[in-house]
């Protein structure tokens, strides 16, 4: 049974991927900020059979994530997916510097954290992957319309940190990718969006399976074709 540990799984793709990962079998530890709060998630884990279950983790939050892996300290984890993620549409003359930083926090030290605090559960288990969900957004090169500053900056910021983790993390036998899922109907991409959560969670869970080594350090759409940084 795989075992995958999900972050912002309260609403959006970490509930869909919560869902869908559940239901295939899989085990899920759903991470998100406020349990009580996450009545979709909870239906989830209860319909679940306990092969999902639901803990408190702010990404923000160094102590809380050094609880649940203290948790799951004996607990192997096949896939570390890295969802949370908030959005900043900073505005060039307009830039609100503490909402950018609060922005930078959850989508770049965010997964610097949690790779640090699991790397051992990863490297326990067989399929030893680090999937962090960032954005082509954060692509430098596909950058033709300007703006966004919060959010694609932390994003990119996202991607040199998988790309290092890559190759730090090498010696453990660990993939590590930066996924973009698309632009996907959720309360941050909004109702005009291209495709929808299952969709692109469909085939977020057949890229990640089919992962190997020398994908580590890549920056891929969710369709599995590769983005330019």
């Not at 295939?24 to 009580?36: D, H």
């Not at 300290?73 to 896939?79: R, S």
């Not at 291209?194 to 085939?203: K, R």
Request: aromatic letters at 6%; glycine letters at 10%.
């Amino acid at each position: 049974m795989l075992t995958i540990l999900v972050t912002g799984a309260g609403r959006g793709l970490g509930l869909e991927f919560t869902r869908q990962y559940a239901a295939a079998g899989a085990r899920v530890i759903a991470c998100c900020r406020n349990p009580s709060g996450a009545t979709q998630l909870a239906q989830i884990a209860q319909e679940s059979g306990g092969r999902a279950t639901v803990h408190a983790l702010d990404v923000v939050d160094h102590a809380s994530i050094e609880r649940v892996a203290r948790e799951f300290e004996k607990t192997p984890i096949d896939v570390l997916i890295n969802n949370a993620g908030i959005g900043g549409n900073q505005r060039f003359g307009q830039s609100d510097y503490e909402a950018w930083m609060r922005v930078f926090r959850v989508n770049t030290l965010g997964p610097m954290k949690m790779a640090e605090a699991f790397v051992k559960h990863v490297a326990a288990s067989n399929e030893k992957k680090i999937v962090t969900l960032t954005s082509v957004m954060g692509s430098i090169a596909q950058n033709n319309t300007g703006g966004h500053y919060g959010y694609r900056s932390t994003k990119s910021a996202a991607n040199a940190v998988v790309k290092s983790l890559a190759l730090d993390l090498n010696r453990h036998a660990i993939i590590a990718v930066a996924v973009h899922p698309g632009w996907v109907r959720t309360d941050m991409g909004g109702p005009s969006a291209s495709i929808d959560a299952p969709t692109s969670i469909a085939a977020l869970r057949k890229l990640i399976a089919g992962l190997t080594r020398g994908q580590s350090g890549r920056f891929l759409n969710y369709d599995g074709t590769e983005l330019p940084w």
